[in-house]
């Protein structure tokens, strides 16, 4: 499904950012866009910066039913710097997933915002987990029962004959 990313510019707060940016909505069934004005209000302005397309997998499910218990399911914009004074930032993608937003957010490199999903969007998501998920049962993994208190391998340098030695470095032959 393609979606539009609406991005609000307004004035900085301090002398070091002259503009704040940020995601603040999305637009499910969007067409074509490319930084198209939606609205001014003095001197904030809203953008239809982008439309990408909004991807789910069947083996995602279960990040795209954690996303829907949050109290305010989100979808997660990633947008980079491009330095550009008319368009500073791009659109990278966007996704339901909540881990993979994550995994964007730990990289440092990228902006990413959690905007809300509108209600039509949300449906969507559960219909699809409802159609895909396949629950996982837990497999505790198991030790083996093998005795290791036995025998110590790997234990010191294996040309060293004497046990009381055994983190002592081998020496050369002293010439004599």
């Known amino acids: ?58 083996t995602d499910t279960e990040a795209y039913l954690t996303g829907l218990a949050a109290r305010v399911p989100a979808i997660g914009v990633v947008l980079r710097d491009t330095g550009a004074a008319d368009r500073p930032l791009d659109v990278a993608l966007v996704t339901a997933s909540p881990y993979e937003a994550q995994d964007y957010q730990d990289g440092g490199d990228d902006i990413v915002e959690l905007v809300p999903m509108p209600h039509g969007l949300v449906a969507l998501i559960r219909d699809f987990c409802t159609a895909h998920h396949v629950e996982e049962a837990f497999v505790k993994r198991r030790r083996d029962r093998a005795r290791i208190d036995r025998r110590e391998d790997g234990k010191g340098d294996a040309r060293i004959r004497q046990t009381s030695d055994v983190y002592r470095a081998p020496r050369r032959g002293l010439a004599s």
């Open 1 to 58: 499904m393609p979606l539009g990313v609406v991005i609000r510019r307004r004035p900085g707060v301090t002398r070091w950012a002259k503009w704040h940016w940020q995601a603040v909505a999305v637009l499910p069934g969007a067409g074509p866009a490319d930084w198209q004005v939606l609205r001014r209000e003095g001197d904030a302005v809203e953008y239809h910066a982008a439309t990408l397309p909004l991807t789910l997998w069947r």
